[in-house]
């Protein structure tokens, strides 16, 4: 039992001081930074490739949907999402919304 305690404490404590170390180094980065730059990129590309994924090769529930509904999904998503002045909520509830009726409507 003190060994599963020790466990959660340990990993607790690696966790902050990794948190702790970005607070304490973000103050010193500038926006513009090559460093910034890049590692932004990367976050940026990680759920691109996540998306995609999701999109054309989902699994559960969502897989059970037709490509052509989660693709006209992600389209009124991003019509959505540009017609409202980048609002990334109407851009997702617009995409859910799309998706579901679109999925009923084929069931």
């Given amino acids: 039992m003190m060994g599963a305690y020790a466990a959660i404490l340990g990993g607790a404590a690696v966790t902050f001081f990794w948190r702790l170390m970005g607070l ?11 460093v910034v730059l890049w590692v932004a990129c990367v976050a940026f590309s990680l759920l691109a490739g996540l998306i995609s994924r999701m999109i054309v090769l989902p699994l559960g529930p969502l897989g059970e949907t037709p490509l052509t509904a989660r693709l006209a999904g992600v389209a009124i998503a991003l019509a ?3 017609l409202a ?3 990334i909520v109407l851009g997702v509830l617009a995409g ?3 998706l579901v009726g679109i999925a009923a409507a084929l069931a």
């Fill in 24 to 34: 304490l180094l973000a103050g010193r980065l500038k926006p513009d930074q090559p």
């Fill in 80 to 82: 959505a999402f540009f």
């Fill in 85 to 87: 002045r980048r609002s």
């Fill in 96 to 98: 859910a919304g799309a």
